[in-house]
């Protein structure tokens, strides 16, 4: 089974960013002992801060990964583009976000990848990464 994480804008930034809401693990840390506990699935990860980038990772693992775990970040919330992409390939997406979006700014509230995706997890650290691959399981 190989399933891809990917990361959207400011979470290379994970551990330095307010730790208050995002935790003081990084991401490369929190991936290792991830990839440890799921020894037998390929795990890949990928971060951009930059959209088209992302967009270009959705095409290239969209037709041959079992399941794609997706934090676009803020452009979760902006990107029409991102949320095409979801819609146009065919490996399952599953929404991911470390906050609960819905308890924070109206504008966090919208998703443009929601609609595509198999489901959404929000709101519980870095555990959303591990419930979301658990649903691949
Ligand atoms: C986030 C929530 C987004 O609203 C925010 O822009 C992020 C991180 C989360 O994981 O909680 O960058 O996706």
Not at 36 to 58: H, M, P, V
Not at 68 to 86: M, R
Not at 90 to 95: C, F, H, K, L, Y
Not at 113 to 123: D, E, H, R, T
Request: charged fraction near 20%; charge should be negative; glycine fraction near 8%.
């Amino acid at each position: 089974m190989k399933i891809l994480i990917l990361n959207g804008p400011n979470l290379n930034l994970l551990g330095r960013r307010e730790p208050t809401i995002y935790g003081n693990l990084t991401f490369d840390e929190f991936f290792e002992s991830l990839k440890k506990k799921y020894a037998d699935i390929t795990l890949d990860y990928f971060q951009s801060n930059i959209e088209g980038e992302l967009i270009d990772k959705l095409h290239e693992v969209g037709f041959n990964y079992h399941g794609i775990i997706l934090n676009a970040g803020a452009y979760t919330h902006t990107s029409v583009a991102i949320g095409d992409a979801v819609k146009g390939i065919e490996t399952p997406v599953v929404e991911v976000h470390i906050s609960n979006v819905h308890a924070r700014e109206d504008f966090r509230h919208i998703s443009y990848i929601a609609p595509n995706a198999k489901g959404v997890i929000a709101g519980f650290g870095l555990q959303s990464y591990e419930l979301a691959l658990e649903s691949f399981l």
